[in-house]
């Protein structure tokens, strides 16, 4: 007696299957590989760009959103980055100097009041100053 022999491979996106067959046997051997995909729900969400990173907003399950990811600075990292402009004011509690800091302006402040040790009690930089008061403050030293 004789056989025809075939065999038959097909895959889709979730299942390879191999059929063979013969006038003198059949056999079928299947491969699942993964469900279709399901419904959207519960995932990541939408949008983000490049450089952001997904992160929790609160303890809520699943309650994601797309940030910037937080860069964390030292003292020296800042400092030693700055150029300083050559404009420096006195107000009553020290001495802010203009600096250039990767594109931008940026104030440093040195206190006048010593420690014990003899070095100022702050010395920081910060983001804004408008001729008597800084506000957001970027690092402080110490």
Do not use: H
Request: charged fraction near 20%; include cysteine.
């Amino acid at each position: 007696m004789s056989c025809n022999n075939n065999i038959k491979v097909s895959s889709n996106s979730c299942k390879t299957e191999l059929k063979v067959s013969s006038d003198c046997s059949n056999a079928n051997l299947t491969v699942a590989c993964g469900g279709a995909q399901g419904p959207a729900g519960v995932g990541v969400p939408e949008g983000g760009t490049a450089g952001q990173v997904l992160a929790k907003v609160d303890s809520t399950n699943y309650n994601t959103e797309w940030r910037d990811e937080e860069v964390s600075l030292s003292w020296i990292d800042v400092a030693g980055d700055v150029e300083y402009t050559g404009v420096d004011i006195n107000i009553a509690s020290g001495e802010v100097s203009e600096c250039d800091y990767k594109g931008g302006t940026i104030y440093r402040f040195i206190n006048s009041t010593n420690n014990v040790n003899g070095y100022s009690i702050e010395d920081s930089f910060y983001n804004d100053f408008d001729g008597t008061n800084l506000s957001n403050l970027i690092i402080t030293r110490g």
